[in-house]
């Protein structure tokens, strides 16, 4: 990926948290963590229903709490694969 692609990768990352409502830099960064152990398009992908469904879930406002949710869900996930 080189320097300038992890770069481009973290810019594109940040902008996508931004889109799903992380402001916070500590949530920004496990956004990233995130992002940088599932895909760059996790968020959208069909392959992790789970761990997109918990990121698009509108019952959790608090934006930590939401992330802390999909971390959990992404963990999960993980583990039964």
């Known amino acids: 990926m080189g320097e300038e692609g992890l770069r481009d990768e973290i810019r594109y990352g940040m902008r996508r948290a ?8 500590y949530d920004i960064c496990r956004y990233l963590d995130l992002m940088l152990t599932l895909g760059s ?3 959208c992908d069909p392959g992790l229903p789970d ?3 918990a ?5 959790i406002e608090d934006p930590t ?3 802390d949710r ?5 963990a999960e996930t ?3 694969v």
């Open 41 to 43: 398009d996790f968020d």
């Open 65 to 67: 709490e939401h992330l």
């Open 51 to 53: 761990v997109r469904d």
């Open 70 to 74: 999909v971390c959990t869900v992404a």
């Open 55 to 59: 990121l698009h879930d509108p019952a």
């Open 78 to 80: 993980l583990r039964n």
């Open 18 to 25: 931004r889109v799903h409502g992380f402001q916070s830099e």
